[in-house]
């Protein structure tokens, strides 16, 4: 077949700079990457887009997507977020954040910026580990982790149970949308799309706070391979962190 | 001279809100904290009216990352808080003097350490102008005296937090917050609200090229760099200081006091000078950048020094760096909890200027 007959069926979005990124082999921040930069192109919100990036493996976020963007302190990035909004309320505005950064030190900046019901997005990316300082344990790590913090394999009694968080986002009043969604296989990234795209369309009709989760893998600090690590998700995480839509008040009928 | 009409009676917690407004202020988080409640109070109905936007935020630590939002997308922003609540505002500081991202904060200051008490103190000196959180960076700070003062302050200091891309600081205390004066309210003219923001995160409207605020240097030399910018832009600095000299032409003693206490040191001049008795006063405006040359000159001319502090000596360091040469200051201090009287003050005035 010559190549005038070739039909282009994948292409890198325009939103998602090309240029190799620094992620370990394996890891599920590039696919992340690149839904958000699929529906920045689909949704035609590259030029409105303000990014608020945080600590951890995807600060470097900033150097991958083409959008203006601001660097938080850790955790707090659902309170820069909510500045930004409401000193810019026509932008698009979401936050990209890991667990360490969400689910431990800055809970009470997403817990109380989905309460409020800011007009803005959080695409949380669940490892269940600190990927970047080097493989502690996280408040998703799980029952018998072993991390470099929990030699033994994280205890119940020791540490807590890992936090589900959007379960406890779903919970909060000003929350719009809240799912949980896996990248370790296509069907599972499909359907995570589809959850970023509901939670953007939320802050866009101005109905409130968009939360979805993302099963990711960390093969490095996990220490297995990339396929391993796939069936981790599969095996370990998802019984514990079911995924689904847990609130779309589209269904429910509305907040205030 | 200003009418008589166009004059206000207002706390100074309240001219520092209407002073934020004036210069066209459009977001304030707040987060409760006494002596400076009457801030966030005011600014959650009046900066609505004005179509701006007001949060009460979850905690002060949040709050001050919410300012940090609104100043990297170069909107003017302010929050307020007391001693313990901004030493939790600290982190942003430091993120926002590392990312140049311009704001205004207002710490009315309290009794310390810890939780100390609500009363009037000036415990923060050091926090305020060494750079209260991490990394080597200074802001521009102010310490206002009076009600009008710090009405015109606050206005200034919205202008150089964005000219200079800096937090700036306004360092008040409870006397000042919770004193009642009449003063003249003023527009500032010519606000472009949009000008000198060439730099910030507003969205690529039209297809410019992307922008980043942000302070993570790690490309070798990169942070070395960003911080011989900002010691460069901090130096510039030394040509704004600003100070009020009273009666110190043919003083032999000059009383170094800044903000309330500068205040009440110039009632006890006023009486030391009834009685002729030859006693000046320095009142730093700007405490830092501290206004060294102008005190160094008077040092220079003979003069002798008391510095007063409502703390246990921290302006007192800056006052001998700027006269160490030729001079020396003595301290008085005045012990947090307590609220000074200028009688108090007349001992130890009277002290020094036998001791010679």
């Known amino acids: ?256 | 001279m200003s009418k008589k009409n166009d004059r206000i009676f207002v706390k100074g917690n309240e001219a520092i809100a209407r002073g934020a407004l004036a210069a066209k202020c459009k977001c304030f988080f707040g987060y409760p904290i006494t002596p400076q409640n009457d801030i966030p109070e005011y600014m959650s109905s009046e900066i609505i009216k004005a179509g701006g936007d007001f949060v009460q935020a979850e905690s002060e630590v949040a709050a001050a990352n919410m300012l940090l939002g609104a100043g990297a997308s170069g909107v003017r922003a302010m929050t307020s808080s007391s001693s313990p609540g901004i030493a939790l505002k600290q982190e942003a500081i430091s993120y926002m003097a590392g990312s140049e991202i311009p704001a205004v904060i207002v710490n009315m200051n309290r009794g310390g350490p810890g939780l100390g008490d609500i009363g009037p103190a000036q415990g923060d000196y050091y926090q305020s102008t060494r750079g209260g959180g991490h990394g080597d960076y200074r802001h521009f700070t102010f310490g206002p005296g009076t009600v009008q003062e710090a009405y015109d302050l606050t206005i200034k200091a919205f202008d150089i937090a964005f000219k200079q891309r800096t937090p700036v600081l306004i360092l008040g205390d409870a006397i000042l917050g919770q004193m009642k004066e009449p003063i003249t309210p003023w527009l500032p003219e010519n606000i472009d609200e949009e000008a000198g923001r060439d730099w910030a995160v507003t969205g690529r409207t039209g297809g410019r090229e992307k922008r980043l605020v942000k302070s993570l240097f790690l490309e070798e030399g990169a942070l070395a760099e960003q911080n011989r910018h900002l010691q460069a832009k901090y130096d510039s600095w030394k040509s704004m200081t600003e100070a009020e000299q009273f009666e110190t032409e043919d003083a032999d003693l000059i009383l170094c006091a800044y903000g309330s206490i500068g205040r009440i040191a110039k009632s006890a001049v006023r009486k030391f000078r009834k009685d002729g008795k030859k006693v000046g006063l320095f009142r730093p405006i700007t405490l830092y950048p501290f206004p060294s040359d102008e005190l160094k000159e008077l040092a220079e001319q003979g003069k002798r020094f008391l510095t007063i502090e409502h703390n246990l000596g921290q302006m007192l360091d800056d006052v001998r760096l700027a006269i160490r040469t030729v001079a020396d200051s003595d301290f008085y201090p005045i012990y947090p909890g307590n609220l000074p009287t200028p009688d108090e003050l007349e001992e130890p005035i009277l002290k020094c200027l036998e001791g010679k």
Not at chain 1, 44 to 50: F, G, I, P, R, Y
Not at chain 1, 65 to 92: I, M, Q, Y
């Open chain 1, 1 to 256: 077949m010559s190549e005038m007959n070739e039909k282009l069926v994948f292409d890198r979005p325009d939103s998602v700079i090309d240029r190799p990124t620094h992620y370990c082999p394996g890891c599920h921040h590039g696919i992340a990457h690149r839904l958000v930069g699929e529906l920045l192109d689909e949704m035609d919100l590259t030029e409105k887009t303000l990014m608020v990036t945080s600590i951890g493996c995807s600060v470097f976020l900033y150097n991958y997507l083409n959008a203006d963007a601001v660097e938080a302190p850790h955790g707090r990035a659902p309170a820069v977020a909510t500045g930004v909004k409401r000193a810019r309320p026509d932008s698009f505005v979401f936050t990209y954040q890991g667990d360490g950064d969400l689910a431990s030190i800055g809970m009470a900046e997403i817990m109380h910026a989905a309460n409020r019901g800011e007009k803005m997005s959080v695409v949380f990316v669940n490892n269940t580990v600190y990927g970047m300082t080097g493989g502690q344990m996280a408040p998703t790590t799980m029952i018998g982790q072993v991390t470099t913090t929990t030699p033994a394999g994280r205890c119940q009694t020791h540490e807590g149970a890992p936090i589900r968080m959007t379960e406890i986002i779903a919970s909060l009043g000003g929350t719009a949308f809240a799912a949980r969604g896996a990248l370790n296989t296509v069907a599972n990234i499909k359907k995570s799309r589809k959850y970023l795209k509901k939670a953007f369309e939320f802050q866009l009709n101005g109905t409130g706070f968009g939360f979805v989760e993302l099963l990711s893998g960390c093969p490095t600090n996990w220490k297995m391979t990339a396929l391993a690590a796939n069936e981790r998700i599969k095996d370990e995480m998802i019984p514990y962190f079911p995924l689904g839509v847990y609130k779309d008040v589209s269904e429910e009928g509305g907040v205030c």
